[in-house]
């Protein structure tokens, strides 16, 4: 038996972690959960992520418009964050060929190629692909209201860990939305503005009970394998 495979896309703050969890805890069925916020925080080490100081090698943040340092930023990666993300992505498709069912919430953006490796390590797999989306106004209020609550790495960054990451996290945001949600291909979308978790979840498995997503399919067409 295959598993299900089902990936849950959205910025910070569009409420896909809780989802995630959520739809794993309800669910009578074996779902494995992976998570990006633990996948960067917990798997990649510190030092090759975008705070770390050998980012350039891993994930690094740079200026949107090199002539503008100081303005907004967005992401690329180095060797080892595309193998990283590659890595990720070929777990899922793995633990699916095994037999278990995995939910991924996931930063699914095509610049970087994210999600162009993510359709083709997932091919001959039946994946639904999930979209949470408030508005750009929505997020930014929620993440102001969020506590910095993980552990930070002092030793890498200096005692003014927090302020730093606040600030790079604030200049990355703009990029991220645009980024995360360029992609217009979609099984399912939701706006978690308008709808709480229990109702996104009570989405999400409809959808699933309708049979597997085709976006993947049509994603796979949109960009041949390179």
Request: charged share 25%; aromatic share 10%; with cysteine.
């Amino acid at each position: 038996m295959i598993g299900q495979v089902l990936i849950v896309t959205g910025t910070s703050g569009s409420g896909k972690s809780t989802a995630c969890e959520l739809f794993a805890k309800r669910s009578d069925d074996f779902w494995l959960l992976y998570g990006i916020d633990h996948f960067l925080s917990g798997t990649l080490p510190a030092k090759f992520g975008h705070h770390g100081p050998r980012a350039r090698e891993g994930i690094y943040a740079h200026p949107v418009d090199e002539a503008d340092p100081d303005g907004p930023l967005r992401w690329s990666f180095g060797p080892k964050g595309e193998a990283a993300f590659r890595t990720l992505h070929g777990w899922v498709a793995t633990a699916a060929r095994e037999g278990c069912n995995i939910v991924l919430d996931h930063l699914a953006m095509t610049d970087p190629p994210v999600l162009q490796d993510l359709i083709w390590q997932l091919e001959g797999l039946p994946v639904t692909f999930v979209c949470l989306k408030p508005s750009y106004e929505v997020l930014s209020a929620r993440i102001a209201n969020r506590t910095m609550d993980k552990p930070m790495p002092v030793d890498l960054l200096g005692e003014d860990v927090v302020k730093k990451i606040i600030d790079r996290l604030d200049r990355l945001r703009p990029w991220f939305y645009e980024a995360v949600y360029a992609n217009d291909i979609y099984d399912l979308v939701i706006d978690t503005e308008a709808h709480g978790p229990e109702a996104v979840v009570g989405m999400i498995e409809a959808r699933l009970g309708e049979g597997p997503g085709t976006a993947f399919g049509q994603l796979r067409d949109r960009y041949p394998r390179g």
